[in-house]
């Protein structure tokens, strides 16, 4: 191909037309042959750059001994878009330390690169550069500062990045000019002396003025500066404020930019559908929804994940599924959706099930989908799931994850495992506040209240803040091991030591610390002093120590101020007709009865759950549709005459119903819970653990016979029923007969 020099001038005047990497090596080619003048080779680099082709454009740029400002563009545009970040904000510091002054194609690539990097304080320094080269009203570097605001404002750490500079000297303020007290753009500081030698290194910092916090007024500031705005401005605006909680700011925003004769897209649009999943305003949803079919965003895969989480945070799980299935094109994050709203509503089965679909369809899950499909496992306490999940996790190298961690912590705590719980939290090099919490919560629930109570100490060691949830999981450790004074200093140093308000969790909870430890009027004086209006959950926890206790007095009187604040609280009702019943008064529990067919309450099954060979068969008190039954009888038999000459004498004080001995002895041994662990002892090897979950609390008797089957069998028993975990085993319970 012969090309005269006009006919590439031609041609580099409209790199865009050049696609491929062998047409621009075409024109470099008769370029040199030519021996065209130097602008053409910085257009040969600029196109080499444009098409992310980094070893030819080094190529080109070593040659230059002494780069132009567009060369240095390219270089760093280049290193950007290819994610090498550092290797972008070194050439601009080289660039600077030559004498070069960039232009407004270079900023965009730097501050991309300074917010990748997390790097706020050297992104108010380059801020700083563009506003004395008088470019702070370009269009592209003004949305690329508000980007870096609003992915960066609330940090003030600095990366600590050292840039290696082959130059003579150059000051560091010429590169990082400072802000004022006045304003992240005000008068301009020149105030560091610290100088950058030849290839030596300089740490770039900034002074402790610098530790200002920006907010969205920063992004603000810059919005209301810039000339001209274009789509890409407003949504930056709007999307900044709806993630940092400003929803009616962004909302506003959105009515504003209707006003500059801009039309919302996809992208505005997905971001403030998160406000009315936040408000969980379905309707509103709705019309975006709608505006969203209109204009035909509704193939859009950002749109459409946007759309399935916003009704799954409304609880419209089933348009969310909906939404999906009519996805021209699904990409991970819109799996993920899916996923995490069938979970978060409660349909786990479901969530595993799309989760499969997933890997058949090739796409390759990220680390939220295990952090959203482990409650699923915790929830179903499907251990043999959870262990595959957990092993998929290792082979893909995602166990180092943070967050996937935590979510394992939880999940293997919640399946009754605590030793392996607490192995993958020993692994995390660095444990969050989530991952203390989920530990410490897992202790709680095992009834290891020592070992939850030193990790609580440890993290304060560790300088690791407790929060809200962390003090919930601390108060229910000493709640299920009678620690009343230690969970009452806990409840005070939250408050006093921490500055946190206590909420319904943290009073429940010390209500439920002096209930089971009998001290039933100090809870009900603590939960009749709440700063804050008690609920139905709070008084259900006393009504619960009076039953356990036997307390009929005072029950009444919690049942009084239970039904006036929760007419329709079901477990209040059922509460109540057990207080009676306990003490044989009949006629009142009946009346109770009747009180809760008047309302159309239902009294909640007892159910229990138990996973053999990776299925999951559940078991109601009484029920004989098993196909095992009749087997699981003749075992039961077995063990009871075992039991009996154990000693074991059934306790019928829970059997609430006004039939005979004979018959309420029946009743007891066609306990769900009972019927599971027998179904468990005659369906496995001998030795193996025992893992059932009941869906209410266990009563006395199930408890005492658990204890002297697991020591007649030689198995430990794990059974978590609605409040923690006991483990049984050598006829000895974890919970110490205290739950």
């Not at 089971?516 to 709440?530: H, K, P, Q, T």
């Amino acid at each position: 191909m012969s090309v005269t020099s006009t006919r590439l001038k031609s041609l580099l005047q409209k790199p865009t037309t050049i696609k491929s990497k062998s047409q621009v090596k075409q024109l470099h080619a008769q370029v040199i042959k030519t021996s065209s003048p130097y602008s053409l080779m910085t257009s040969i680099l600029s196109i080499y750059s444009h098409l992310g082709l980094l070893h030819e454009s080094l190529l080109i740029f070593n040659t230059f001994t002494s780069p132009c400002t567009i060369a240095w563009k390219s270089i760093i545009r280049c290193y950007t878009s290819l994610g090498l970040f550092h290797q972008s904000l070194i050439s601009f510091v080289q660039m600077r330390a030559s004498g070069k002054y960039p232009d407004h194609n270079t900023f965009p690539s730097v501050l991309k690169s300074c917010t990748s990097l997390m790097d706020l304080k050297l992104g108010e320094s380059i801020h700083g550069c563009v506003i004395r080269l008088g470019l702070e009203f370009d269009l592209y570097t003004g949305n690329a500062l508000m980007n870096m605001y609003c992915k960066l404002q609330g940090r003030e750490g600095s990366s600590g990045l050292k840039y290696w500079v082959s130059s003579n000297v150059v000051s560091v303020s010429e590169i990082i000019p400072q802000r004022s007290e006045k304003g992240f753009c005000g008068n301009l500081k020149r105030g560091m002396s610290k100088e950058v030698k030849s290839k030596g290194s300089v740490e770039l910092q900034l002074s402790s003025e610098c530790k200002e916090v920006f907010s969205m007024e920063s992004v603000k500031k810059v919005f209301d500066t810039m000339p001209h705005r274009d789509i890409v401005s407003w949504n930056t605006l709007i999307a900044g404020n709806a993630q940092n909680g400003n929803y009616e700011e962004a909302l506003m925003m959105v009515r504003e930019m209707g006003s500059a004769n801009l039309k919302p897209d996809s992208f505005t649009l997905s971001s403030v559908l998160p406000i009315f999943a936040e408000y969980v305003d379905v309707n509103k949803g709705k019309e975006i929804h709608c505006y969203t079919l209109r204009h035909g965003f509704d193939s859009d895969v950002f749109m459409g994940s946007s759309l399935i989480d916003m009704y799954g945070n409304c609880t419209r799980v089933e348009d969310s599924i909906r939404i999906f299935s009519l996805l021209p094109h699904r990409d991970a994050i819109s799996w993920n959706s899916v996923i995490a709203a069938c979970v978060q509503n409660g349909l786990f089965d479901e969530g595993l099930n799309i989760f499969r679909q997933m890997l058949m369809a090739n796409i390759k899950p990220k680390p939220v989908t295990f952090s959203s499909l482990m409650p699923a496992c915790a929830h179903l306490t499907t251990l043999h799931l959870g262990k595959q999940l957990h092993g998929y996790i290792i082979r893909n190298s995602l166990d180092d994850n943070v967050f996937i961690a935590s979510s394992l912590v939880d999940m293997y705590a919640k399946c009754g495992n605590i030793p392996i719980a607490r192995s993958v939290f020993d692994r995390m090099d660095s444990p969050d506040m989530v991952s203390w919490t989920a530990m410490i919560m897992g202790y709680a629930l095992h009834g290891h209240a020592q070992e939850a109570l030193y990790l609580f100490h440890q993290m304060e060691m560790e300088s690791v803040k407790p929060n809200y949830v962390a003090f919930v999981a601390v108060l229910t450790a000493c709640s299920h091991a009678g620690l009343v004074d230690e969970g009452q200093k806990f409840f005070n140093s939250m408050i006093q030591e921490y500055d946190i308000t206590p909420g319904l969790e943290h009073y429940a909870a010390v209500a439920d610390l002096l209930g089971r430890a009998g001290r039933l009027e100090e809870a009900y004086d603590f939960i009749s002093n709440m700063h804050i209006e008690p609920t139905g959950s709070v008084w259900s926890t006393l009504l619960s120590a009076c039953r356990v206790r036997k307390n009929l007095e005072l029950a009444e009187k919690v049942a009084d101020n239970l039904f006036k604040l929760d007419p329709e609280n079901m477990g209040a009702y059922v509460l109540m007709s057990n207080v009676y019943s306990a003490a044989s008064r009949w006629k009142d529990a009946a009346n109770v009865r009747v009180a809760m067919k008047g309302r159309g309450v239902r009294k909640k099954p007892a159910c229990s759950w138990i996973e053999i060979k990776g299925k999951v068969h559940g078991f109601m008190a009484g029920d004989k549709s098993h196909p095992y039954y009749s087997k699981i009888i003749d075992a039961m038999q077995v063990l009871l005459e075992q039991m009996e000459r154990e000693g074991y004498v059934p306790n019928t004080d829970d059997v609430l119903h006004d039939v005979e001995e004979e018959h309420k002895r029946y009743l007891l041994c066609t306990h769900s819970e009972r019927l599971a662990i027998v179904f468990g002892i005659i369906s496995t090897p001998s030795g193996t653990t025992i893992r059932v979950t009941k869906n209410l609390r266990v009563c006395v008797d199930c408890h005492i016979a658990t204890k002297l089957i697991s020591k007649i069998v030689g198995r430990e028993i794990v059974v978590r029923d609605i409040s923690r975990f006991h483990h049984f085993k050598d006829g000895r319970c974890s919970c110490g007969d205290y739950w």
